[in-house]
């Protein structure tokens, strides 16, 4: 659907007196397309490709002096009419943004007066004009920004970031406190129908709108759904006023209005400028303070010339946004354009023309690091904008950003970093699980050489890490001693007593344990979350994978089985001389964290595979050799002291987020479960 039809559709759901005062976008449109479209000074691409724009012209064409005199002679005389009428239009529109915006704050503070009991129709009016006033505002700021886009095409002239900088200081742009109060609306509704109808929906339900509490009743009420509900007129101090707010909106065309709050805009935002990582963190510190998620982004870097593109879903129409990173870009000497789309048109994908690929930045002095992001709930603004802002304190330079998943909204991406060669590794690993535990993400960050993603083996702990459960515990659990053998097991885990000493302790207790129960512990394994699929990508990319468990060799055994492993090392348990029970002991060495450390080592010497090309991963003390022993040692899910420690750490559900920081991006890794 054309913007044009998509604009006018939407202006005629508004009541007639608004519709009269929305920007004149067709008449606009009509002006340039009759009048500009033929006098574009940009010349090569005003012509056809076939043109010659020959030292000598042909006698029938003008020479180029005079074509590019006719051509600005032109332009100089149609763009500043286009921008006076564009003026007026903006003046009128905002003029009756002020005169609707009093009317409404009047009717809210009335509503919201603590001196009076507010009437749920009162309440209900004051939430459909505050969201239809914000529904108007956009609507009408993007058929301004969508004008000035048709202009700067037709014409060879850029005038629509200067012109959209002059409408910053407008009240409808700088009114966004007006718009905050649809919580407070909200809630005092929910508590008012909550007074007033029994059975009414709890205010908890309220956090599916990310406003408050209470959405469903709220939603129920005003959409009329309710039995209770009536077909309540919008009330006015004046008859003025009744048609300015449009007195025909009964409660049950509320529904739409405030199904609005659930509608996003989609941004397109590029700035482009010659401060790199200061271009990332100015358009990231301006979306955290706006209420957005980012579906995707773009990097593009040429010596110290660097773009940045990003394409967000806007959740509050917030023209602020705009007004900021205009900001932005004059601070950083940069030059911002974007695009804005409706929930309702198809969304833009970014341009093409950003790639991924960066060259490299000549620096001297520094190191070179990869850094891992990763949310699988979604990489919010705020959190990426105190990352870029900890870049920046820290002087790292962002050379390249690469997605790696392929979400709907934004999960990993992979930085490739210029790390001043002062940084101690240690100190920023500390420093940025301080950052992420806050946003329920994580950062791994490993050196940038030939072996990161070269690795060739992969060794795993079993209990808590390829399968949820702690094996002696579930042993316990079949035998009647859970909590004995729980107990000291936490003690183990957190590293307060010796392993050794643990284990036999433990294996004591199981003492007369029937060895079938091994086999029911077998059936009730429960593989942790990615655990097949990693599997199945590493061994298809030609990696070599072991499991060293402290737990027991059955149940290892079974373990490398199911996950088509290469190598299964455990703790070997004694049995009677008729084979029937346990006898409460172990036989040969105890894979305690020493042993695990030894024997990676010696799967590596077997395989002939460098201690470089190794990866390590667990969550427990007694792993911390063995994930100190490996190149990449990653604490997954583990205890804090293990991810104190771990140079990567995992705090997610699956396991198959360990691709991520092994370099493979979500498409790579679907491809190599094909057989």
């Known amino acids: 659907m054309k913007y044009g039809k998509y604009f006018n559709q939407q202006r005629a759901e508004f009541p007639e007196l608004w519709q009269t005062h929305f920007i004149e976008y067709n008449a606009l449109k009509a002006f340039l397309k009759d009048r500009m479209v033929d006098t574009s000074v940009h010349l090569a691409t005003a012509f056809p490709s076939s043109h010659s724009f020959s030292w000598t012209p042909a006698p029938e064409r003008p020479t180029f ?20 009428m564009l ?3 903006v003046d009128r529109f905002g003029a009756f943004f002020v005169e609707v915006k009093a009317t409404i704050k009047a ?23 505050l969201l239809l006033l914000e529904r108007f505002v956009f609507l009408n700021f993007t058929a301004i920004a969508k004008a000035l886009k048709k202009h700067d095409k037709w014409s060879g002239l850029q005038i629509r970031e200067p012109y959209l900088m002059r409408t910053s200081s407008l009240p409808f742009v700088v009114s966004t406190s007006l718009m905050r109060l649809k919580p407070e609306l909200l809630a005092r509704l929910t508590a008012l129908l909550s007074e007033q109808n029994a059975g009414a929906a709890p205010q908890e339900q309220l956090a599916g709108l990310g406003l408050g509490t209470g959405t469903n ?3 129920k009420h005003v959409t009329g759904d309710s039995e209770s509900s009536t077909s309540t007129r919008v009330a006015t101090p004046s008859n003025t006023k009744q048609a300015l707010m449009g007195a025909d909106i009964t409660t049950q065309k509320l529904g ?3 199904e609005l709050m659930h509608e996003t805009q989609t941004v397109m935002i590029s700035l482009r400028g010659p401060h790199g990582t200061d271009i990332i963190g100015g358009v990231l510190n301006c979306l955290s303070t706006h209420h957005c998620q980012i579906a995707d982004f773009s990097l593009s870097r040429l010596h110290h010339d660097v773009t940045f593109g990003v394409l967000v879903n806007l959740h509050n129409r917030d023209v602020d946004l705009f007004s900021d990173l205009a900001k932005t870009a004059q601070k950083w000497d940069g030059t911002l354009s974007f695009d804005v789309q409706d929930a309702r048109l198809k969304a833009s994908k970014l341009v093409d023309a950003m790639q991924y690929a960066l060259s490299e930045a000549p620096y001297a002095s520094r190191v070179k690091y990869v850094a891992t992001v990763l949310n699988e709930r979604g990489l919010s603004p705020e959190f990426l904008s105190e990352w870029l802002n900890w870049l920046l304190a820290k002087k790292i330079s962002v050379e390249q950003m690469r997605r790696l998943d392929s979400h709907t909204s934004l999960m990993c991406v992979e930085f490739r970093l210029s790390v001043p060669d002062t940084l101690s590794p240690d100190e920023m690993r500390a420093e940025l699980i301080a950052i992420s535990a806050g946003h329920q993400a994580d950062v791994a960050l490993q050196p940038d050489n030939v072996f990161r993603r070269q690795k060739r083996l992969v060794v795993f702990d079993m209990d ?12 316990a659990r079949a035998t009647g001693i859970e909590e004995q053998v729980a107990a000291i097991t936490e003690r183990a885990m957190q590293g307060e007593i010796d392993f050794k000493e643990s284990l036999a302790a433990r294996v004591a207790l199981l003492r007369g344990t029937p060895v079938e129960a091994l086999e029911e512990v077998k059936r009730g394994l429960l593989f942790t979350e990615g655990a097949h699929y990693l599997c199945r990508a590493l061994k298809r990319a030609g990696f070599k994978l072991a499991v060293i468990s402290g737990g027991f060799l059955p149940l290892a055994k079974y373990v490398k089985a199911e996950l088509g492993l290469d190598y299964a090392f455990a703790n070997q348990l004694k049995v009677t001389a008729d084979g029937k029970t346990l006898t409460g002991e172990t036989f040969g060495p105890v894979v305690d964290a020493t042993r695990k450390a030894e024997l990676l080592e010696v799967i590596a010497q077997a395989e002939g595979i460098a201690i470089e090309q190794v990866v390590a991963v667990g969550d427990g003390a007694n792993d911390l050799l063995m994930i100190g022993k490996a190149s990449l040692g990653i604490a997954f899910n583990a205890k804090p002291r293990v991810q104190q420690q771990a140079r990567a750490r995992i705090n997610q559900k699956s396991l198959a987020n360990i691709l991520y920081l092994m370099g493979y991006s ?9 057989q």
């Not at 002096?65 to 006076?84: C, G, H, I, N, W």
């Not at 503070?109 to 939430?127: H, I, N």
């Not at 808590?464 to 042993?475: C, G, M, N």
């Open 666 to 674: 979500e498409s790579e890794a679907a491809e190599l479960q094909l």
């Open 464 to 475: 808590s890490t390829l399968i949820q459960q702690e094996v002696i515990d579930e042993i």
């Open 107 to 129: 009717r809210i503070s009335t509503a919201l007066d603590p001196a009076r009991s507010p009437k749920v129709a009162e309440l209900e009016a004051a939430l459909a004009d």
């Open 65 to 84: 002096d005079a074509l590019l005199a006719q051509r600005l002679t032109q332009v100089s005389e149609l763009t500043p009419e286009f921008v006076r």
């Open 256 to 258: 739409p209005l405030v």
């Open 87 to 89: 003026d007026l239009e």
């Open 217 to 219: 009743s709220v939603l």
